[in-house]
């Protein structure tokens, strides 16, 4: 396992990576790349850090490697759920000044958080700071999931409704939708926005908050129907968390999604490639290793 996961390993990091715990974890992960999953959500209030919270732990505790890419700031994020302090961000690593030894967090056995609100707020910038840390991402991305059969992205809600880099890249992304007329609603938008912009032809949809799993199954079945007439995307039902949101998705992600890419190009992200402006764009089915 990577130093995070396994604080027996030394911080040295660089060579931990040779010879027979390269072979373990190959022989451990089958040589796949690690499923990425991105938390979405049109609005706050719908349980989606708590689900997500609870997922993670349900995963690492049956085994798992488990990494979440934070990109909330405190109180309301994965980290002060677990009862720790973000003291680093991932965009003092991308710019050189920390290690990922100094900033990624042991929330349990098997389980390491990342901050991100940082990077989610300024990867996208168009100066030099956001360029030089964009050069670093692919790098620092397959470090990180070193050992991780799971990475989990809680995404952060941004004017105008965007997404950041890291939540773009993921191979797969989940819209968390609670089951009230606005927040369906604000869900539709979102999903409506990042397939007409960036060419997403595919989501994974939970539902929180619903009176029943009918209900549940309804607002996504109707929810499906009008994405498919009206975007021409594809939307699967990945599960139910009801009133209160206490449930989580492990089984749903262990069984639902496809399975990952073998020895993908940029492990389990599909990443951002540069225009000549400098702004990141995500090309449909491109995996692309930033120079």
């Known amino acids: 396992m990577s130093d995070w996961l396994n604080p027996g390993i030394?911080?040295?990091?660089?060579?931990?990576?040779?010879?027979?715990?390269?072979?373990?974890?190959?022989?451990?992960?089958?040589?796949?790349?690690p499923q990425v999953v991105a938390f979405v959500s049109g609005r706050e209030a719908c349980g989606r850090t708590t689900l997500l919270v609870q997922t993670a732990a349900a995963l690492a505790a049956s085994g798992r490697g488990v990494l979440i890419l934070d990109e909330n700031p405190a109180p309301s994020n994965a980290i002060s759920a677990f009862g720790l302090t973000a003291r680093h961000d991932l965009f003092?690593?991308?710019?050189?000044?920390?290690?990922?030894?100094?900033?990624?967090?042991?929330?349990?056995?098997?389980?390491?958080?990342?901050?991100?609100?940082?990077?989610?707020?300024?990867?996208?910038?168009?100066?030099?700071?956001?360029a030089a840390a964009r050069r670093n991402l692919a790098a620092c991305l397959q470090e990180m999931q070193h050992g991780v059969g799971f990475v989990l992205v809680d995404t952060a809600i941004r004017r105008g409704g965007h997404l950041s880099p890291l939540a773009l890249a993921a191979?797969?992304?989940?819209?968390?939708?609670?089951?009230?007329?606005?927040?369906?609603?604000?869900?539709?938008?979102?999903?409506?926005?990042?397939?007409?912009?960036?060419?997403?032809?595919?989501?994974?949809?939970?539902?929180?908050r619903a009176r029943s799993r009918e209900e549940?199954?309804?607002?996504?079945?109707?929810?499906?129907?009008?994405?498919?007439?009206?975007?021409?995307?594809?939307?699967?039902?990945?599960?139910?968390?009801?009133?209160?949101?206490?449930?989580?998705?492990?089984?749903?992600?262990?069984?639902?999604?496809?399975?990952?890419f073998e020895d993908g190009i940029g492990g389990g992200f599909v990443l951002p490639a540069a225009d000549l402006t400098g702004n990141l764009i995500v090309r449909a089915g491109q995996v692309a290793r930033m120079a």
């Open 171 to 208: 191979r797969h992304m989940a819209v968390v939708v609670a089951a009230q007329g606005a927040a369906i609603t604000h869900a539709y938008a979102l999903i409506k926005r990042i397939a007409q912009e960036r060419g997403r032809e595919g989501f994974q949809i939970v539902i929180t």
């Open 216 to 260: 549940a199954r309804a607002i996504f079945d109707n929810m499906r129907r009008v994405a498919h007439e009206h975007l021409n995307v594809r939307l699967d039902y990945l599960g139910a968390s009801l009133a209160p949101v206490t449930e989580h998705l492990a089984d749903a992600l262990l069984q639902r999604l496809p399975p990952a």
């Open 10 to 33: 030394g911080a040295d990091g660089g060579a931990s990576w040779a010879g027979d715990q390269a072979a373990g974890l190959r022989r451990l992960f089958g040589g796949r790349s």
């Open 92 to 130: 003092q690593v991308l710019q050189g000044e920390r290690s990922l030894h100094q900033t990624m967090l042991q929330a349990a056995p098997m389980l390491g958080i990342m901050p991100a609100a940082r990077a989610a707020r300024e990867l996208d910038n168009a100066n030099r700071s956001a």
